[in-house]
C-alpha cells in the first residue's frame, strides 16, 4: 500500500452552494466508523509511518488502542443477572478516551454541565481569538507553546478591565477552550472564549457589554508574539515576527461580535462540541474506495459553502491524531472570578443553574440513565423475562 504515498496529499476538491445539492451528488451508500477505520487501517498506517520516519506519540498509541478495543472484551466487562430467570448480560466497558466519538459524547455533556453550574446567571458572549497561519507549525512543533494561546488571551482581556477600570477594581469572568482543528480538520489553533458581559466589583455587578475590537486585534497579537520570541529566540524569531507584523498591521483577527446565541446554555454547547472527542464528526464521511482513498464534507466557515474532500485514508488518520492532546493537557480553562480564586460577591449572585438541581442533572449522565434518555431503552431490562437485572461481577 505505500507506493500510493506520491498522491496522498492531493486533495480532490468540489464545492456545493447548498447541503441538498450536495447529497444529491454524493448519497450515503454506508455508515461508517472512525473505530472501524482504525481497526481496518492502524497496523497499515504505522508501517507506513515506520517507513517515512514519522513521529507517532505515546498519546496517540494509547488513545487509539483504547478506542479501537472500547467496548470490547480487551477492555473489560461487568456481568449482570437477572434475579427471575437466572439470565445473563455481559455489557463491556467503554475506552473513555478523548479519541472516542462515543465516550466523548458523555465526557462532552459532563463538562457542559461542569460549566453550567459554574455560570453566573446572565449575558455571556462568545469570542473567537485566531492567529495567522504562518505560526501553525510552531505549535505543532511543540505542543507546550499551546499554552501561550491561553496566556495572550487571558493577559488581553484581564489587563484592559484592569487599565480601563483601575479605580472599580472589575474583574470579568470568562472561560477559555483551545481548538487546534478548522472545518477541514486541518491543523488551525484558535481559541474560543465564553465572556460575561458584566464585571463583579466592590458594589456588586456591573454591566460591560462594551470590548473595543482594535485593542482585542492588536494586544493580543503582541502578547502572543513576544511569549514565543522569549521561548524560541529574538533571532531566530526575529524575521518570523516582523513578516506578521508587516502582514497583520491591524492585529491578528479576533470575532467578538454580540452574543447570537439564545442563552448561555446553548453558547457553552457549541464551544465544547469538539473537547470531549475528535475533532471529525463521523457522519461527515461520504465513502471510501477500493484504493483507499476516504471522501467527507465539511461546511466553508467564510461563505458556508459545502465542500467534498477526497484524499487517502493516511492521510485522513495523520491529520486526525495530531490532534490528540497531550496527557494531562487542559483544553478548558477558567480566569477572573470563575478561576478557582472567586470573587467574594461570586457565592451572592444568582447562578445560572440551581444547586439543588445539580445532583439530579449529574445523575442524568451516567451510563444507564443517558441510555434511556438518548434511545429510550434500559440496557438492564432482562430480554427474556424483563424484570431488572442486578450487578454480578466485573472484570478487567
Known amino acids: 500500500m505505500l ?16 447541503e441538498k445539492e450536495l447529497f444529491n451528488t454524493y448519497p450515503k451508500k454506508f455508515y461508517f466508523s472512525l473505530q472501524e477505520i482504525f481497526s481496518d487501517y492502524w497496523d497499515n498506517f504505522l508501517e507506513f509511518a515506520k517507513y517515512r520516519n514519522l ?62 453550574s459554574k455560570l453566573i446567571a446572565g449575558t ?10 504562518i505560526l501553525w507549525p510552531l505549535f505543532l ?16 482581556l484581564l489587563s484592559w478591565y484592569k487599565e480601563q477600570y483601575k479605580k472599580l477594581n472589575l474583574k470579568p469572568g470568562f472561560i477559555l477552550t483551545l481548538h487546534t482543528f478548522g472545518r477541514d480538520d486541518k491543523w488551525n489553533v484558535h481559541i474560543h472564549c465564553l465572556l460575561s458581559e458584566f464585571a463583579l466589583c466592590e458594589s456588586g455587578e456591573k454591566k460591560m457589554d462594551f470590548i473595543p475590537f482594535d485593542m482585542l486585534r492588536k494586544r493580543f497579537q503582541k502578547l502572543l508574539l513576544d511569549l514565543l520570541e522569549n521561548d524560541i529566540g529574538k533571532d531566530k524569531f526575529k524575521r518570523t515576527k516582523n513578516l506578521i507584523y508587516s502582514k497583520y498591521d491591524n492585529g491578528f483577527y479576533v470575532r467578538a461580535k454580540k452574543s447570537e446565541f439564545p442563552d448561555s446554555k446553548a453558547a457553552v454547547s457549541y464551544i465544547l462540541r469538539y473537547c ?27 461563505d458556508d459553502y459545502f465542500v467534498v474532500e477526497k484524499i487517502h485514508i493516511f492521510e485522513f488518520i495523520a491529520r486526525l491524531i495530531r490532534h490528540i492532546p497531550e496527557p494531562q493537557f487542559k483544553t478548558i480553562r477558567y480566569y477572573g472570578f470563575y ?3 472567586k470573587h467574594k460577591l461570586y457565592d451572592s449572585c444568582r447562578m445560572l443553574l440551581n444547586k439543588i438541581k445539580i ?38
Not at 506520491?6 to 447548498?18: C, Q
Not at 442533572?361 to 431488572?388: A, Q, T
Open 3 to 18: 507506493f500510493i504515498w506520491y498522491n496522498v496529499y492531493m486533495s480532490i476538491i468540489n464545492v456545493f452552494p447548498t
Open 55 to 116: 513521529e507517532i506519540r505515546d498519546v496517540v498509541y494509547r488513545d487509539v488502542y483504547r478506542m479501537i478495543n472500547c467496548k470490547t472484551p480487551a477492555l473489560g466487562a461487568s456481568a449482570f443477572k437477572c434475579p427471575e430467570c437466572g439470565n445473563f448480560k455481559f455489557v463491556y466497558h467503554t475506552c473513555k478516551s478523548r479519541f472516542c466519538n462515543s465516550c466523548g459524547i458523555k465526557y462532552a455533556k459532563q463538562r457542559s454541565l461542569s460549566i453550567e
Open 124 to 133: 455571556h458572549r462568545h469570542l473567537v481569538f485566531t492567529i495567522s497561519d
Open 141 to 156: 512543533e511543540d505542543r507546550n507553546r499551546l499554552n501561550f494561546m491561553f496566556q495572550a488571551v487571558s493577559q488581553t
Open 276 to 302: 470531549g472527542r475528535p475533532c471529525f464528526a463521523q457522519y461527515r464521511i461520504i465513502d471510501i474506495d477500493q484504493n483507499d482513498f476516504i471522501s467527507f464534507w465539511y461546511q466553508r466557515h467564510e
Open 339 to 341: 478561576a478557582s480564586r
Open 359 to 396: 445532583p439530579f442533572y449529574k445523575s442524568m449522565n451516567k451510563w444507564r440513565l443517558l441510555l434511556i434518555s438518548s434511545f429510550n431503552k434500559d440496557p438492564l431490562i432482562c430480554e427474556k423475562c424483563k424484570s431488572v437485572m442486578e450487578f454480578c461481577y466485573g472484570f478487567t
